[in-house]
C-alpha cells in the first residue's frame, strides 16, 4: 500500500471513529428521550409507580449523555439543543402528564392549568440555561434545574405507592407544589450544582462516617428519606439566596478617600 493510500486509510478510519464517538453521547440522549415518552404512556394506562420509574431511568440517562460528551470531547451545539428538546419531554411534559392523571383529574381545569404552568417553567428555565448557562459563580444554577423538578414529582408519586397513601387526601397540597416548583425553576435563586464538587474537601473520616450513615437511612427507609433530601435541595436555594442577602446588607460601606480641596478653599 503507498504511503498515500494509507493516509486516505487512516484519514477514513479516524473520521469513522469520530462520527462514532459523537454519535454515542446523542444516542443516551435519545434514551433518555424514550424513557420521557414511556412514562408518559404508562401514566395514560394508569400505571403511574412505572411512569415514575421511567423519568427517574431518564433522569440517569440525562446525567450520563453529558458525561459522556465531557469524557470523549464530543460536545456539539447539536448535542446541547438535542438534550434540552428531549429534557422538556422527560423531565417536563412527562412529568406534568403524570401528577395531572395521578391527582388532579378531578379539580378540572385547575389541575391541568397547574401542569401547563409546569411545562411552560420548564421550557423557559431550559431556554434560559442555553442562553445564560450559568449564575454568576459556576458552582451554582440560576433557578432549580428542572431535573430535580421532575425528580420530586416521580419521587413523590413512587413514595406514595410504596407507603399506601392516596393522593385524593393531599390533593391540595400537591396542587400547591406543582406552582411552586414553578416559580424556583424560573426564579433567580442560587442552588448548588453538583458537577463542581471538590472531592478534595471530603478526604476527612468525619464525612466518611456521614455518608455510611446517610446510606444506611437510605437503605432503611428508602422513600421518606429521598423525599426528605429533595426537599432540603429545594429550599436550600432560598436558604442561599437569603444568606447571601443578609452577608451584602451586613457588609459595612468602605469610607470614603477624602478628596482634596482645590487651592484657595477649605473643604466643606
Known amino acids: ?117 409546569f411545562v411552560c417553567c420548564g421550557a423557559l428555565r431550559l431556554a434560559r440555561f442555553n442562553v445564560q448557562c450559568t449564575w454568576r459563580d459556576p458552582r ?26 392516596k393522593p385524593a387526601d393531599f390533593q391540595s397540597g400537591i396542587l400547591v407544589l406543582m406552582y411552586v416548583l414553578s416559580f424556583l425553576m424560573v426564579s433567580n435563586l442560587p442552588y448548588r450544582s453538583l458537577k463542581y464538587l471538590d472531592p478534595a474537601r471530603f478526604r476527612s473520616l468525619n464525612y466518611l462516617v456521614g455518608a455510611i450513615l446517610l446510606l444506611s437511612v437510605v437503605a432503611y427507609q428508602p422513600y421518606p428519606t429521598s423525599l426528605v433530601l429533595l426537599g432540603i435541595y429545594l429550599f436550600s436555594g432560598p436558604g442561599v439566596g437569603v444568606y447571601r442577602l443578609i452577608g451584602k446588607r451586613g457588609q459595612k460601606p468602605l469610607p470614603e478617600e477624602p478628596q482634596e480641596a482645590p487651592a484657595g478653599q477649605l473643604p466643606s
Open 1 to 117: 500500500m503507498s504511503r498515500k493510500k494509507s493516509r486516505q486509510y487512516h484519514k477514513r478510519l479516524l473520521e469513522k471513529r469520530r462520527k462514532a464517538v459523537f454519535l454515542l453521547p446523542n444516542l443516551v440522549t435519545a434514551a433518555s428521550l424514550f424513557s420521557g415518552f414511556y412514562a408518559l404512556v404508562m401514566a395514560t394506562d394508569n400505571h403511574f409507580l412505572e411512569a415514575g420509574v421511567a423519568i427517574l431511568v431518564s433522569l440517569v440517562l440525562d446525567g450520563l449523555d453529558g458525561k459522556l460528551a465531557r469524557l470523549t470531547s464530543s460536545a456539539t451545539s447539536f448535542g446541547v439543543q438535542f438534550d434540552s428538546l428531549a429534557d422538556l419531554v422527560a423531565f417536563g411534559v412527562a412529568p406534568a402528564y403524570l401528577i395531572f392523571s395521578w391527582a388532579l383529574t378531578s379539580l378540572d381545569r385547575l389541575g391541568w392549568i397547574a401542569a401547563f404552568v
Open 140 to 165: 451554582f444554577f440560576c433557578g432549580l434545574p428542572i431535573p430535580a423538578a421532575a425528580a420530586t414529582l416521580a419521587g413523590l408519586v413512587i413514595s406514595f405507592d410504596r407507603l399506601g397513601l
